[in-house]
């Protein structure tokens, strides 16, 4: 197992430039099933998570090629509609893939999905929204089996405003029957872009970005070349590096008016940003100021965001409080921050920071996604060295993070654990 290791106490200064979103990627590859035919797809960023994706396409009967940060998808002969369970389990996002089988093939079989531990996320809007659409659902030991004659698309009003629901939702209507109306939806530049790729297919979607998505069902998709939208979560990870080392850094090729609010508590905590339409520059003052933070679904605080804001402001002046809306159970890495030295109390879903100058590295665990990027940012602030161990948490969202870090003047290197 590789670990990263970091030496800490080094500004950040310079330019990073974003990858593709990851949280856009998935379900616009899972949607390449749709069209029975090509797919070409650009600034896909080269993560554990699509390949993971790549590889369970390729078990359902596609042919992936890859160059760079181009895919190109051929989903003409697919024979299957099986999920493999152990791919399932690798990764939470795999469930969107349901949807597409199910709008293709009227049928799908799969396992509940794996990821990240970061409190409970269960797939019921996912599947009380595909009863409404008139499949029949039965469980076995652990399996879902999907199946309906057609897909008849109709009113769903979601209890809450899931992305993953919203995307199931619109990936299992493209090819139905009438018109299906979500209320509650999703708001997330995600699902903005997956509905521009659809539509570049043939589909016909509007409303994206509202809280109310019309999906009208035609009868074929056809071939599609798209360009995946910025990754907001990593922009606001590099500005909240930047910001926590005292750096100067530039971020460039993101869309800034995705991470609003995350610039907003940046400005809030005292950095000098310079923005325009596809950059920031930060600025950080020698040491940021304690703000508070609450998680919200989009267009609020994102809760991808939370745990690089607890990392950040371990090293704030003064006491934040960071609350978390939308999952129950996002603090798990916090114990690992605390090892090395960071001041953290959790009262139910509020994290209460009090900032210190002492961080000082150690041997952690990274926990999850987020939360093992909150260990690199930490890492970074830390006196002497941090080993952070389970990596394969942060590759699975970060593309080249040892690379782009380097670049920035951070030291950090990939070794072999013990």
Do not use: W
């Not at 079989?109 to 794996?114: A, D, I």
């Not at 910025?230 to 869309?255: F, H, N, Q, S, W």
């Amino acid at each position: 197992m590789l670990n990263f290791c970091i030496e800490g106490g080094k500004k950040l200064e310079g330019e990073v430039h974003i990858s593709g979103s990851k949280n856009a990627s998935l379900p616009i590859i899972a949607a390449t099933v749709l069209n029975g035919g090509i797919s070409k797809l650009y600034n896909v960023p080269k993560i554990h998570d699509t390949e993971m994706m790549y590889k369970i396409l390729e078990k359902l009967g596609c042919t992936v090629k890859k160059s760079k940060n181009k895919v190109i998808i051929d989903s003409s002969k697919v024979h299957k509609y099986e999920i493999p369970e152990n791919l399932m389990r690798e990764m939470r996002s795999s469930v969107i893939l349901a949807g597409a089988i199910i709008g293709k093939h009227h049928q799908a079989v799969f396992s509940y999905p794996g990821g990240c531990d970061i409190g409970t996320r269960p797939i019921d809007l996912h599947l009380k929204s595909f009863e409404r659409l008139g499949i029949i659902i039965s469980k076995n030991y652990g399996n879902i089996s999907c199946k309906c004659d057609t897909i008849k698309n109709t009113k769903i009003d979601l209890d809450f405003p899931s992305v993953g629901a919203t995307e199931n939702i619109m990936l299992a209507s493209c090819l139905g029957i009438g018109t299906t109306v979500i209320s509650n939806a999703a708001r997330e530049p995600e699902i903005v872009d997956l509905q521009n790729f659809l539509n570049r297919m043939g589909a016909k979607i509007s409303g994206a970005g509202t809280n109310t998505l019309i999906i009208t069902g035609v009868q074929q998709l056809k071939d599609v070349s798209y360009n995946i939208m910025p990754d907001r979560i990593e922009a606001g990870t590099y500005l909240c590096a930047g910001a926590a080392t005292g750096g100067r850094i530039k971020v460039l090729d993101l869309e800034t008016e995705h991470i609003t609010p995350i610039l907003n508590k940046l400005e809030e905590a005292g950095c000098s940003l310079n923005i325009g339409k596809d950059f920031v520059e930060l600025v950080a003052p020698k040491r940021i100021k304690a703000v508070n933070v609450k998680t919200m679904p989009y267009p609020g605080f994102p809760t991808d965001m939370q745990s690089i804001f607890v990392a950040m402001l371990t090293v704030a002046k003064g006491t934040s409080l960071v609350e978390e809306n939308v999952f129950e159970s996002r603090y798990k890495f916090v114990q690992e921050l605390e090892r090395m030295g960071a001041k953290i109390t959790i009262s139910g879903r509020t994290a209460i920071i009090d900032g210190t100058r002492r961080i000082h590295g150690t041997k952690v665990k990274a926990t999850d996604l987020r939360g093992g990027m909150a260990m690199v940012i930490e890492a970074l602030v830390a006196k002497k060295e941090t080993r952070i161990e389970n990596i394969h948490y942060i590759l699975r969202g970060y593309e080249n993070l040892e690379q782009k870090l380097t670049g920035l003047g951070a030291k950090i290197y990939l070794k072999e654990g013990e």
